[in-house]
């Protein structure tokens, strides 16, 4: 949906009589957007910032299915020129901002509330809890690694550019070794620590905390790559500046998964990094040793405010919509268009 928003009806008080007749209503100094794309300039790191917080407000999850079919019926009434008299620009943003959190851009379809962008933190923080917790056994180190790689698989299988079907049989395979492999590389980290006879039991406890990390950086990249190997040998749709299909991409795809498969990394280091760091200084408090059941409480809340403000940072790195210089494609969609630059679908 491509609707230019320059013509959206702004009703202010101190707009004058004689001004023309759709004018915007510009929420922000960036340039006049067009409904159907970000609110915010994505060519620069806090435009996409702004624009991926509106996309994980968990507020959306709560949004009723009358109050998507509202939105929808809104934005289709702007499309076809029929919006009822009054309707303003933060209504419609309001409305486009609830249809992108759950509607697949692709598909059309509603994505399955835990595995939104919008649901990633409320839904995964108990995961990263039970990664975090001390003391791990090889049989727990085994469930909360599936628990989360599950969850991953989900998430990035939810959120893939769909512009090419997938089949089921690609899922499972995936899914298979996205799990095999984060369980593997957990494991035999940990068993290593075990062995490490020279450490002192409170190191060891320590370098356990950070286990979690190394084995979901790694394991994130073969999930994404795992998950989403079909567009690598189908390719993905590549667009002109008119939102039209020039052609289907395996270079474009090759870059989409590079691309989220680098904020995979980049996620899970704060979330794994700081909360190790911040509870081994706040454990040697005197409060808390009096009162150890505060400490899983107080992990929790650490770990939700910390994978918060790491998801929004880590997928802003790029944009969803992203860029590609034409002569670095195939030269059949060189041949099929005059642009320069084409546009795809990153995916989250």
């Known amino acids: 949906m491509r609707i230019n928003f320059a013509s959206v009806k702004a009703k202010e008080k101190t707009t004058s009589p004689g001004r023309r007749r759709g004018a915007l209503l510009r929420p922000s100094r960036s340039r006049s957007p067009t409904l159907g794309r970000p609110r915010y300039d994505q060519t620069s790191f806090l435009g996409r910032l702004r624009h991926f917080v509106d996309v994980i407000d968990p507020s959306t ?85 599936w628990l989360n790689q599950s969850h991953n698989a ?5 959120n893939r550019n769909a512009t090419k079907p997938t089949p089921t049989s690609k899922f499972l395979q995936g899914y298979i070794g996205a799990v095999t492999s984060a369980v593997s590389i957990a494991v035999g980290l940990n068993v290593l620590i075990q062995k490490a006879n020279k450490l002192s039991p409170s190191t060891r406890v320590i370098i356990q905390r950070f286990v979690p990390f190394p084995a979901v950086a790694s394991a994130n990249i073969c999930n994404v790559a795992l998950m989403r190997h079909n567009e690598l040998s189908e390719g993905i749709d590549v667009l002109d500046n008119n939102g039209s299909v020039v052609g289907s991409s395996k270079i474009a795809a090759r870059h989409a998964i590079m691309e989220t498969a680098f904020t995979r990394v980049v996620l899970p280091m704060p979330i794994f990094v700081l909360p190790p760091i911040i509870m081994s200084y706040l454990e040697r408090l005197q409060f808390l040793q009096r009162n150890r059941r505060l400490l899983l409480p107080i992990h929790s809340v650490v770990c939700l405010v910390t994978f918060g403000l790491s998801l929004p ?36």
């Open 154 to 158: 989900c998430v990035n299988y939810a």
């Open 313 to 348: 940072v880590a997928i802003s790195l790029f944009p969803q919509m992203s860029q590609i210089e034409v002569s670095r494609l195939e030269p059949e969609i060189a041949m099929a268009t005059g642009c320069r630059v084409l546009t795809y679908n990153k995916g989250l």
């Open 61 to 145: 999850l709560f949004v009723t299915e009358k109050k998507l079919k509202e939105c929808i019926k809104l934005l289709d009434d702007y499309k076809y020129g029929t919006l009822p008299p009054g309707v303003s620009a933060d209504q419609l943003w309001e409305a486009q901002k609830i249809k992108q959190a759950i509607i697949h851009p692709d598909t059309g379809e509603k994505i399955f509330m835990p595995f939104r962008m919008s649901g990633y933190v409320p839904f995964g923080t108990p995961i990263v809890i039970g990664l975090l917790l001390p003391n791990q056994t090889v049989m727990s180190t085994i469930i909360w690694q």
